[in-house]
């Protein structure tokens, strides 16, 4: 059965803080994704990766950075958290199928910054 | 750019209704189409996929036809559940494997 993992479920960080957000797929997939999902707007892409030490900028990259040091985990940063990064984060990864490029979700961090 | 647009929810039905969630799409090439659901504090499931026009994705009792002449992957299900109750997405694949989502439609079942 496939399988990502998020390192937790809920986080509560305080502004200015430097938050580690930590993502594992069992899967062997080329492709990983960050993703935040607030209400109203859907999910937005953060950052994405097609291979190890590779990384590119999604649609609001701001304040976060990335890090892929092996094929299996991918981890998102904020430099230093601030109250408008409270929010529901999503990793996701896919293999390179060009028929379908289906994403496979973890459970989520619901990220507080107080 | 590419871009998918969803009936806004919430959508509120009684057991065995019928559903349908709209959802339309832009795109440049021919994506393929996914419907995901999210139940209360999970991560997104793929619920159905249709990868080329005239195709039909179904699961659990969900369909979707992709449809390329009207841009449009209508997700139906005849006869809704109470634990059918979450969000529904829609989405597309983009040219460089990147999925683009909908806002999500919020669904609630009563008994």
């Known amino acids: 059965d496939v399988k990502v993992t998020q390192s937790s479920r809920y986080l509560v960080k305080r502004t200015g803080e430097k938050v580690f957000l930590e993502c594992v797929q069992d899967m062997d997939h080329e492709n990983m994704f960050w993703y935040r999902q607030d209400p109203g707007l859907g999910l937005r892409l953060i950052y994405f990766s097609y291979d190890v030490k590779m990384k590119e900028k999604g649609d609001i990259p701001e304040g976060y950075s990335v890090s892929r040091e092996k094929k299996e985990r991918f981890s998102l940063i904020l430099e230093s958290a601030s109250t408008n990064q409270t929010s529901m984060y999503l990793c996701a990864s896919s293999p390179v199928d060009r028929d379908s490029y289906e994403q496979y979700f973890g459970p989520g961090t619901r990220l507080t910054v107080t | ?111």
């Not at chain 2, 419907?35 to 619920?47: A, I, S, T």
């Not at chain 2, 005239?54 to 449009?72: C, P």
Request: contains cysteine; aromatic residues 12%.
């Open chain 2, 1 to 111: 750019g590419d871009s998918v647009t969803q009936m806004e929810g919430p959508v509120t039905l009684s057991e065995e209704a019928f559903l349908t969630i709209n959802c339309t799409y832009t795109a440049t090439g021919y994506p393929s189409l996914f419907w995901y659901v999210q139940y209360p504090g999970e991560g997104l499931q793929l619920l159905l996929k249709a990868t080329k026009a005239d195709d039909k994705g179904s699961n659990k009792g969900f369909e979707a036809t992709y449809r390329k002449e009207t841009t449009s992957f209508h997700l139906e299900k005849g006869s809704v559940q109470v634990s059918d109750s979450a969000v529904y997405f829609c989405a597309l694949s983009d040219l460089g494997g990147k999925l683009i989502f909908g806002q999500g439609t919020e669904l609630s079942v009563k008994p």
